[in-house]
């Protein structure tokens, strides 16, 4: 096999470096590099250290998505949204719920909302320690990531407990949620969020006054408001840039209007404020789940749409009008009037939207995620450009990438 | 257009006159605002392809100041056959607008938007890449999901689902 067979695109091509009879140097970094959280490729050129130019190379994770889901029932769409940004699932299925059910024009009960917000925060707290781990262990402080993960896990203990998979829970219905909280769901979610600032604390203990996160996060990659608006930059690093921007306060969706929560915004732009910003995120996040929770509703799970939701177990099986709605549920999906509609929600990392078409039938004309770090991707260049090599690590980690939603 | 198009164009423009960018967009390009809906309370603006590049900035000049999303429908086996939707939000006004060009499958072209605003870049080499409608002025039209020696486009609806290729 010679060398041939490996060739890659070269994206870029080496210069030479004015001044100088040396020529600046081409770096592949990745698909398979551990601080690129996933497979993202990117053709650096640089001069000695210097990052001079970047190209980032997606599309190694491509797996077709949003062609798969034009051959599905709406209902069966929802666990492929799951398995887009799988840091998040309970976003995505919240978006693509609201989206199917604005086609719908569907009513959904308060009780639900409520415990969408409350889900949805829960994944906001989960992903965040995520990147929070892994962000600290690119920069070399190993040991967060173990102290992130132990909360994580009693998070994903909560989503087994609630939709039996730690992770993929597919737990959204169109119409409402897939089944009814056990017992003593509401008690845990309680003691997690008793416990959970005192361990932001001891997160921020660790990292706040180390000399080297501080050096290695104030005053890099750089974004300005302006900028960070026309690369399309969404979530906390738009925010950490200066523009006071959150959808759950400014376009409220599933009764975010009737919580209560500070957006955290800043106008430094650099790596730190971003971190600032996710730490004070996870703690206005634990005030939202505990007013969903204090506030939590009485009544129904789901919308009354019999040709929409499922019928419960019980009347399946004792009533003969649920058991065929069931068999046509199940056998031939929904129709869903025609139109279209885009609808966003404020995930961890910023805007995710999609983009539903009907035609009328049982299965998605086409399904769209507009998805935030795809957006965020794009201005990775202005932020490394003219900086170190090192640094290119530490604005990755800070915009918080997942692959899996920026190839679909 | 048929007659009932028209009128129901102009019916949502008049009452959508207070919208800064649809008073904007009559006031710069009028004769090329083609069609207009108002459904599920998110309003469509057709746009005339020669004139989507100026309707973009126009736009954006109104108070629409960021551009959400790009993306594309194949109505296949219709013509024109792919429409390029433009999502457009306005942080100001807490809105949004909906930009469609309507292309068909015979030149598959459409102005880039990227001199706009430059986050278009990704989106519009995604729509060419699953799509194959061309953008021109565009700085770097590549596949973007595809292997760049891939053949064919695959979210187009005549593009086989399954079996080898």
């Known amino acids: 096999m010679d060398a041939a067979d490996f060739a890659i695109s070269p994206l870029l091509e080496p210069r030479p470096v004015e001044g100088s009879k040396d020529r600046t140097m081409i770096l592949n970094m990745g698909p398979q590099h551990p601080s690129t ?126 939709s039996g998979q730690r992770m993929m829970g597919s737990y959204f219905r169109i119409g409402g949620l897939s089944l009814e909280p056990p017992v003593d769901f509401y008690e845990r979610v309680q003691k997690l969020l008793r416990m959970m600032p005192e361990k932001i604390d ?22 300005s408001a302006a900028d960070a608006i026309a690369l399309g930059v969404t979530g906390p690093p738009l925010r950490a840039s200066g523009v006071d921007w959150d959808l759950r306060r400014d ?50 799970l789901n919308a009354d749409a019999p040709k929409v939701v499922l019928p419960d177990r019980e009347k399946m099986k004792t009533q003969m009008e649920a058991l065929i709605y069931h068999f046509k549920i199940v056998t031939e999906g929904f129709a869903v009037p025609a139109g279209r509609v885009y609808q966003a929600i404020e995930s961890p990392r910023g805007e995710m939207g999609y983009f539903v078409v009907s035609d009328g039938t049982a299965k998605p004309y086409r399904v769209h995620m507009r998805n935030p770090t795809y957006a965020s991707l794009q201005a990775l260049e202005t932020m490394c450009v003219g900086r170190l090599l090192a640094d290119v690590v530490a604005v990755i980690g800070s915009i918080d990438i997942v692959l899996g939603e920026i190839d679909r | 257009m048929d007659m009932d198009s028209a009128q129901e164009r102009d019916t949502v423009l008049a009452a959508h006159a207070g919208d800064p960018a649809v008073a904007a967009l009559e006031a710069a390009i009028a004769g090329s605002i083609v069609n207009a809906r108002f459904d599920r309370n998110e309003l469509t603006l057709w ?29 296949y086996p219709a013509e024109p056959r792919f429409e390029v939707n433009y999502h457009i939000l306005s942080h100001g006004l807490r809105r949004r607008i909906r930009l469609c060009v309507l292309v068909d499958s015979l030149d598959p072209e459409v102005a880039s938007i990227t001199p706009v605003w430059p986050s278009a870049n990704f989106y519009e080499r995604e729509v060419w890449d699953l799509f194959g409608v061309r953008f021109s002025g565009h700085p770097n039209l590549r596949r973007i999901m595809m292997p760049d020696e891939w053949e064919g486009h695959p979210l187009r609806k005549d593009y086989p689902v399954e079996g080898y290729r």
Not at chain 1, 207 to 216: C, E, K, S, T, V
Not at chain 2, 48 to 70: H, K, S
């Open chain 1, 37 to 162: 959280h996933g497979v993202l490729r990117l053709v650096l050129e640089i001069d000695g250290e210097t990052v001079l130019r970047l190209v980032p190379d997606i599309g190694f994770l491509h797996t077709g998505i949003e062609k798969t889901c034009e051959a599905k029932f709406y209902q069966q769409v929802v666990p492929l949204t799951d398995r887009i940004d799988y840091l998040s699932p309970m976003s995505n299925n919240l978006c693509y719920c609201l989206a199917v059910e604005k086609l719908l024009e569907l009513e959904i009960p308060p009780r639900a909302q409520f415990l969408r917000v409350l889900l949805n925060e829960l994944t906001r707290i989960q992903s965040h320690l995520v990147w929070l781990g892994t962000h600290a262990m690119d920069i070399g402080a190993l040991t967060v990531f173990l102290y992130t993960f132990r909360e994580r896990e009693e998070i994903l203990k909560i989503f087994e407990h609630v």
């Open chain 1, 251 to 300: 376009m409220p969706y599933s009764s975010y209007e009737k919580f209560h929560f500070k957006v955290p915004v800043s106008d430094v732009g650099d790596v730190w404020t971003r971190y600032v910003l996710r730490m004070q995120e996870m703690r206005e996040s634990v005030k939202i789940c505990q007013q969903a929770l204090d506030g939590m509703p009485e009544g129904r």
């Open chain 1, 202 to 223: 001891e997160y921020e203990n660790l990292l706040n006054g180390n000399p080297i996160w501080q050096n290695r996060l104030k005053g890099v990659g750089y974004l």
């Open chain 2, 47 to 75: 746009i005339a392809r020669d004139a989507i590049r100026e309707a973009a900035r126009t736009v954006r000049d109104a108070g629409y100041n960021f551009l959400a999303d790009v993306t594309c429908v194949d109505w």
